[in-house]
């Protein structure tokens, strides 16, 4: 079994900031890729940053330069800082992560979602 556990989202106004963790537990052989998704009500979720294991990342258009995406692959663990938050940035932001366990197999892991809301 592997685990993801998110923490820190919250209430903040705009132009604020938050951090939001992703931790990775239970049988866990290697992490590749890792990432960051979100949904907002009445909409699809999407991808919002992602990050190789060798440190590589991309962002979607509408948060490249505010948003920033990296890892502690000693903590099984990646983070998603958020900076000049916007009303449209709210959301819920799922952590996603390639895994591959103990026993060979390869399979993509959710968190359970934290919600952000930046308030006007």
């Known amino acids: 079994q592997v685990h993801l556990v998110e923490s820190g989202g919250g209430l903040v106004q705009a132009g604020g900031s938050l951090r939001l963790s992703c931790a990775a537990s239970?049988?866990?052989?290697?992490?590749?890729?890792m990432g960051w998704y979100r949904q907002a009500p009445g909409k699809q979720r999407e991808l919002v940053a992602g990050?190789?294991?060798?440190?590589?990342?991309n962002y979607a258009d509408s948060v490249k330069g505010r948003f920033t995406i990296s890892r502690d692959n000693a903590k099984n663990t990646e983070y998603l800082q958020m900076n000049s938050l916007k009303p449209e940035d709210t959301a819920v932001y799922y952590c996603?992560?390639?895994?591959?366990?103990?026993?060979?197999?390869?399979?993509?892991?959710w968190g359970q979602g934290t919600q952000v809301t930046v308030s006007s």
């Open positions: 996603n992560a390639d895994v591959t366990t103990y026993w060979g197999k390869r399979s993509g892991y």
């Open positions: 239970g049988m866990i052989s290697s992490i590749n890729a």
């Open positions: 990050i190789t294991s060798g440190g590589s990342t």
